[in-house]
């Protein structure tokens, strides 16, 4: 019998790559997309244009209980990947209550429907490295401590114990991903990977002069966001519920991710890259490094590309757009 799978967060970046994955292996893919989508699909739904036509979108906001109470009851998913979230963490901080609310209640009112509507569903939280803050070792695994440095990584360690919590007390087979930075050239434009590799095209199209950044000195271990959305699915094939960190285990600075992406594109960085302060963040995460050992053993997962080819992917893609 086909499958059933439902996505929250479908418009996002990782919504798009793993619809497509989904659609892939032949599931029936169902969405829940805010109101305002379906009334703006040109600009909001731009990532999932080429397979709007395989997947059905159902209203419905993570602020309301019932909008996702009566898709999981509409739907009866198989399979719920719960990736919806105000995920831009310097946002969180401007407005930590907005972030704060929706993201937790958000988590917990999908995992109430399901409990009370389709138990049998397989669910995945999508949790973060973000979560580590202030790490307590390096490298970090499923048993490092959190000590969340943000609002946004508040709503995360929140969300993951919800999702424990279900998955104990109630018996649902819930698995957090505790996926470190993934990135795309479908990746938001705020966030820094993309903001340079945007940048780059802009001026290499002469269109933009200067690119201005934060705290060049910040570490990330950055993946490639399809990659990621195959952990995921992973998760949910096996025979038992669990946690499962996902990363490449290296890591980088934003300085040395700007250096490529401009090298790559035949320009040098230092002639282009101004540090704006005001673009610290009040509380920095400064070295984020995964230990996937664990889902390179159990889920059979490792990483395909690596830090030189996803700059080269995204600086390509927004040099293309740039001239189209
Ligand atoms: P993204 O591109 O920012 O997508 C977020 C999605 O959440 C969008 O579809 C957005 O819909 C939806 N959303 C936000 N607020 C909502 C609300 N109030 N009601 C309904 N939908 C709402 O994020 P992403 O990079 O794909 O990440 C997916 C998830 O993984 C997020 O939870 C993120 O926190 C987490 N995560 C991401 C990374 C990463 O490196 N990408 C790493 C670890 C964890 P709209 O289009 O309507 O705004
Ligand atoms: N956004 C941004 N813009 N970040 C900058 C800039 C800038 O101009 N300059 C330097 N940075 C630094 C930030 O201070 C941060 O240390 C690092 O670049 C990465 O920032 P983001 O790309 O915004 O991502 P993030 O690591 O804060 O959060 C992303 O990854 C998390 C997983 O660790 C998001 O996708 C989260 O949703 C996700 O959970």
Redesign the pocket.
């Known amino acids: 019998m086909t499958k059933k799978a439902l996505i929250t967060g479908i418009t996002g970046q990782d919504g798009a790559y793993l619809s497509r994955l989904l659609l892939d292996k032949g599931y029936e893919v169902h969405g829940i997309v805010r109101r305002v989508a379906l009334e703006d699909p040109e600009h909001r739904l731009w990532r999932l244009r080429p397979i709007l036509d395989k997947i059905v979108l159902h209203p419905g906001s993570l602020e309301s209980y019932a909008s996702l109470f009566s898709v999981v009851e509409k739907v009866k998913p198989d399979e719920c990947y719960h990736l919806a ?1 105000q ?4 946002y969180s901080f401007e407005d930590e209550f907005s972030t704060i609310n929706t993201n937790i209640n958000g988590t917990h009112y999908i995992l109430s429907s399901i409990k009370n509507k389709a138990p049998e569903c397989k669910f995945y939280f ?1 949790a ?3 979560m580590f803050g202030q790490v307590k070792e390096v490298p970090q695994k499923e048993t490092t401590p959190f000590h969340p440095r ?1 609002p ?1 990584g508040i709503s ?1 360690v929140a969300g993951f114990d919800l999702t424990r919590n279900y998955r104990e007390a109630y018996g649902l087979f819930a698995c957090n991903g505790i ?4 990135e795309s050239s479908m990746r938001g434009y ?4 993309r ?1 340079i590799s945007r940048g780059v095209a802009k001026i290499k199209a002469g269109l933009s002069k200067e690119l ?5 000195d ?1 570490k ?1 271990d950055w993946g490639f966001a399809a990659d990621y959305c195959e952990a995921m699915y992973l998760m949910l094939q096996q025979d038992k519920p669990d946690d499962y960190v996902v990363a490449t285990g290296q890591t980088h600075t ?1 300085r040395e991710f700007a250096e490529l992406a401009f090298k790559h594109a035949g320009l040098n960085w230092k002639d282009y890259v101004k540090t ?1 302060e005001t ?3 009040p509380a ?3 070295e ?1 490094k995964g230990d996937c050992t664990k889902a390179r053993k159990v889920l059979k997962w490792k990483p395909k590309v690596d830090f030189e080819g996803l700059v080269k992917m995204m600086v390509d893609a927004d040099l293309k757009r740039a001239k189209a």
Not at 212 to 216: F, H, M, V, Y
């Open positions: 979230a995920s831009f963490v310097s999508a973060s490295s973000e943000s946004y995360k996926l470190f930075n993934h705020e966030f820094v990977t903001k201005r950044l934060g705290n060049l910040a990330r934003v704006d673009l610290f963040r920095e995460v400064h984020l």
